[in-house]
């Protein structure tokens, strides 16, 4: 099998591919024949030495990558359902940029027939992590404001569809003009461009009353902002800080990173009850045990690909040789939808 691994954190020349065994399933897991790998910035953070579950779980070396779609090649004691051959679609908790992964039966899925390979492969983190954030934590109802950053991205792009088949008026922002149109097809009511015009000040006049649930993963550039246009009980959910990070040359500025990590707003617990917000996070990659979790969750969503009410994201395919190049266009902001590699 072959596979990218980074042997110590660093810019994009740490991405290597290299050939290693082939693998075997242990008991209740499935060795998956990988045709398509979906990439997120997590990987980037990943590469770059700062991500905490690549840490806390694996260290350096590493394989980046949570997630991809192929078919099973084996299935290991115990698991009866899954027959070779099958198009699978499987979550990883890293070890995905491969030819091959084993996981948990309980980490793959049956690919439904209304998502490409490619497009299966950039599904599970980014509308996993979306319906976390929307459905488990901010619990928005119909009619609700949400304001989506980022909204052309994977995970933005998903929140914004969740939203919308949620029944809530999205509004999404983008950094990038180019990006406008994508967020409208998804299904957002509004689109601000922060290219083009002052975003709190659009944000202010699209919704004067505040926002019922922002969805933040820029961090520092925006979360204090995004606190304050919260609307009475709204809930600002932080789930990224990728504004502390470059946009290119693909090595973070240690300086710049510990002036972002104490500029960020810490919240007051007084402040919190008083004015009636709450501040919610999380990290999905700490949540892979909650088997339960996601498999209902993943569960609805493929009910929604099926009847045609989630759109698949936009996807543009990498051969595994142009890893770097991927991790590049994904840091340099400017990409919309999915990039998925292709080993
Ligand atoms: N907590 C979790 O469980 C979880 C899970 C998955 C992803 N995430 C986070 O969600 C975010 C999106 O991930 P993704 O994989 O779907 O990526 P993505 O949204 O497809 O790409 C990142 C987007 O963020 C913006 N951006 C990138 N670098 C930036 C920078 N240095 N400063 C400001 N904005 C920047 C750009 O959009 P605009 O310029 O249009 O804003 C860019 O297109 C990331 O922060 C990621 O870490 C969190």
Redesign the pocket.
């Known amino acids: 099998m072959r596979k990218v691994v980074i042997h110590r954190p660093g810019g994009y020349d740490r991405l290597c591919i290299e050939e290693h065994p082939d693998l075997s399933p242990g008991p209740g897991e499935v060795l998956v024949e990988v045709e398509a790998v979906g ?7 990943t590469r770059m030495g700062l ?1 905490a579950s690549a840490k806390h779980y694996v260290g350096f070396p590493i394989t980046p990558g ?1 997630e991809v779609a192929g078919r099973v090649a084996a299935a290991g004691q115990g698991v009866t359902d899954l027959q070779p051959g099958t198009e699978v679609m499987a979550l990883t908790r890293f070890n995905g940029y491969a030819t091959q992964v084993v996981v948990k039966r309980e980490q793959v899925f049956v690919k439904p027939a209304g998502l490409s390979v490619p497009q299966a492969a950039g599904f599970a ?2 509308f ?2 979306a319906w ?2 929307l459905f488990e934590l901010a619990h928005p109802r119909a009619g609700d404001r949400l304001l989506v ?10 929140l914004v569809q969740l939203g919308r088949i949620a029944g809530c008026k999205v509004v999404g ?4 003009s180019h ?1 406008v149109d994508a967020v409208r097809q998804m299904g957002a009511e509004a689109v601000i461009d ?1 290219a083009s015009e002052d975003l709190w000040t659009a944000a202010e006049r699209v919704s004067p009353e505040g926002y019922d649930v922002i969805l933040d ?3 520092v ?1 925006t979360l204090k902002q995004s606190y304050r246009h919260l609307a009475p009980v709204g809930k600002l959910v ?10 290119q040359g693909g090595r973070p500025n240690r300086l710049r990173l510990l002036w972002d990590y104490y500029r960020t707003p810490r919240f007051n617990p007084f402040s919190l009850t008083t004015r009636n917000r709450s501040v919610l ?7 892979f045990d909650r088997s339960e979790l996601l498999r209902e969750a993943m569960d609805q969503l493929l009910r929604w690909v099926e009847d045609g009410s989630i759109q698949p994201l936009a996807v543009h395919t990498y051969p595994f040789e142009q890893v770097a190049q991927a991790h590049r266009d ?10 998925v590699l292709i080993p």
């Open positions: 990439i997120n910035y997590a990987d980037c953070v991500y949570f983190a980014v996993l992590t976390f954030g950053h980022s909204a052309a991205g994977g995970v933005g792009g998903a922002v983008v950094g990038a990006k922060k993963a820029n961090g550039a932080v789930y990224g800080f990728h504004s502390m990070l470059p946009r996070g999380f990290n999905l990659s700490f949540l994904l840091e340099s902001g400017q990409t919309v939808g999915k990039l």
